[in-house]
Every structure is written in structure tokens, then in C-alpha cells.
């Protein structure tokens, strides 16, 4: 039953990521949960020391995920396009 979450909550927030940095027609709903598990991943590395994946689903943990998405966005994008947009 976790993963069937992590696909879910991944999906979401690869999708919220991918409209904050508007490249939301690049990608389908694949990428998109990529992009929210690795930024999930990268967000926690980040910001709560690695330890994400211990954390019950809340607001923050929701919103660590976010921003390690769009920060994952923003470096593909710098390193395809040259700028974050």
C-alpha cells in the first residue's frame, strides 16, 4: 500500500512542480512522478537531514517535496536551456 501512495502523492507533486515552473505540456504523468519522488528525495536531503521518508504525510512534509521538485525542474532546466525560466 506505500508505494501505491508514493505514486500518488509523487504524481501530484510532480505535477504542482512541473505547472509552478511551466513545463507541464513537456512531460506526462510518468515524468511527473519521477520528478515528485526525486524531489521529494532531494527536498529531504535538504531540508530535514534525509529523514522524509520517516515522516508521516503532513503539510510540511508536502511542501519539502514541493520545493525539492521545483528545484529539480529548475536544474533541468538550466542545464537544457540555459535559464530557469
Given at each position: ?29 510518468l ?17 530535514s ?15 519539502v ?21
Open positions: 500500500m506505500g508505494l501505491i501512495i508514493w505514486l500518488i502523492i509523487g504524481g501530484v507533486i510532480g505535477w504542482i512542480a512541473s505547472m509552478i515552473m511551466r513545463t507541464d505540456g513537456q512531460q506526462g504523468i515524468l511527473n512522478i519521477v520528478v515528485g519522488i526525486v524531489g521529494a528525495f532531494i527536498g529531504g536531503l535538504i531540508f537531514g534525509g529523514s522524509i521518508n520517516n515522516q508521516p504525510l503532513t503539510l510540511y512534509s508536502f511542501l517535496s514541493l520545493l525539492g521538485a521545483v528545484i529539480l525542474l529548475a536544474i533541468v532546466n538550466l542545464i537544457r536551456r540555459g535559464s530557469v525560466r
